[in-house]
């Protein structure tokens, strides 16, 4: 039987969702249009301010989550995990947005 889910349980879980995530990359996008962290900025596309995903990471993705949705999205979020522990200082709609610089 186990306890009731504490804060400090999902935050340690969040980060290990992240980390998983983040390995995964480079196999699921042939090692190219990675995230350059911490600004989470697309180390292919020709302008170095490109954010991340970028267009063609974001098809790969898809390509490979195309029969689960779901599944893309909870990849998309823990991937976001990831990124706000690089830029604590933004807001995780605006580093998904491209918006924090
Ligand atoms: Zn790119």
Redesign the pocket.
Same mark, same amino acid.
């Given at each position: 039987m186990t306890g009731p889910l504490t804060v400090r349980a999902a935050w340690a879980a969040e980060a290990t969702q992240a980390a998983r995530a983040v390995e995964q990359l480079p196999g699921w996008l042939g090692g190219t249009?990675m995230p350059r962290r911490p600004g989470w900025t +697309?180390d292919?596309?020709p302008a170095t301010d490109?954010p991340w995903p +970028?267009s063609?990471?974001l098809v790969r993705l898809s390509e490979h989550f195309v029969r689960d949705p779901a599944g893309l999205a909870a990849y998309l979020g823990a991937l976001d995990a990831a990124a706000a522990v690089d830029r604590p200082d933004a807001l995780r709609c605006e580093l998904r947005r491209g918006r924090v610089r």
């Amino acid at each position: 039987m186990t306890g009731p889910l504490t804060v400090r349980a999902a935050w340690a879980a969040e980060a290990t969702q992240a980390a998983r995530a983040v390995e995964q990359l480079p196999g699921w996008l042939g090692g190219t249009h990675m995230p350059r962290r911490p600004g989470w900025t +697309c180390d292919t596309c020709p302008a170095t301010d490109t954010p991340w995903p +970028c267009s063609p990471a974001l098809v790969r993705l898809s390509e490979h989550f195309v029969r689960d949705p779901a599944g893309l999205a909870a990849y998309l979020g823990a991937l976001d995990a990831a990124a706000a522990v690089d830029r604590p200082d933004a807001l995780r709609c605006e580093l998904r947005r491209g918006r924090v610089r």
